[in-house]
């Protein structure tokens, strides 16, 4: 019996300074570490974006088609309106950014189905109109036939086909994604 009250009492915790240097490890791991965290958080951003857009040109095709009517994709303000081509919204930016909506044309106004709220980070750059579908077939109506999403700051560390996204729409309105910038070459 006496022999674990003996063994219990040279059990010790860490010393002070083994704590001071385990601390300095973690912090010094953490700072190494930050800058890639942060990157990541980037590009999961840029994809979470690419895929909204391409859920909502599917979605806004797929409404022309059930509904027989007009709709039309746009960037929004803060109000929900659609706004003119070189407007910028409230951040500045007059790329898609500023969020966009799916609108459907009803006694002469345009009526928003689905809202996708401003990113900042990510730039999603395509021409300053609206895109439209048609029934009965679908077909996309606008000047522009595709978009190009990455992150507004360029880095060092968010340059690359990783960091873009594509998203082509075809003459009848279906849209695609890819890897790399719309301008890129394979």
Known sequence: ??????????????????????????????????????AWHLRDQVDARAREMLSTLSYARGEALRRGTRVTVCRIDAARRCLATGQPCKTGAVDWSCGWAVMIERGGGLYPLRVQPDLASVSI????????????????????????????????????????????????GRARIADGACGATT
Do not use: Y
Not at 5 to 32: K, P, Q
Not at 130 to 150: E, H, Y
């Open 1 to 38: 019996m006496n022999r674990n009250v003996h063994a219990r009492h040279n059990c010790r915790g860490l010393t002070l300074f083994e704590t001071l240097v385990v601390i300095a490890l973690l912090a010094i791991i953490a700072t190494l570490t930050a800058p890639s965290f942060v």
């Open 125 to 172: 750059a395509g021409a300053l109109t609206s895109l439209t579908f048609t029934p009965p077939a679908g077909q996309a109506n606008g000047s522009f036939r595709s978009f190009d999403i990455g992150p507004r700051v360029d880095s060092i560390a968010t340059q690359g086909k990783d960091w873009r996204r594509c998203i082509r729409i075809a003459a009848g």
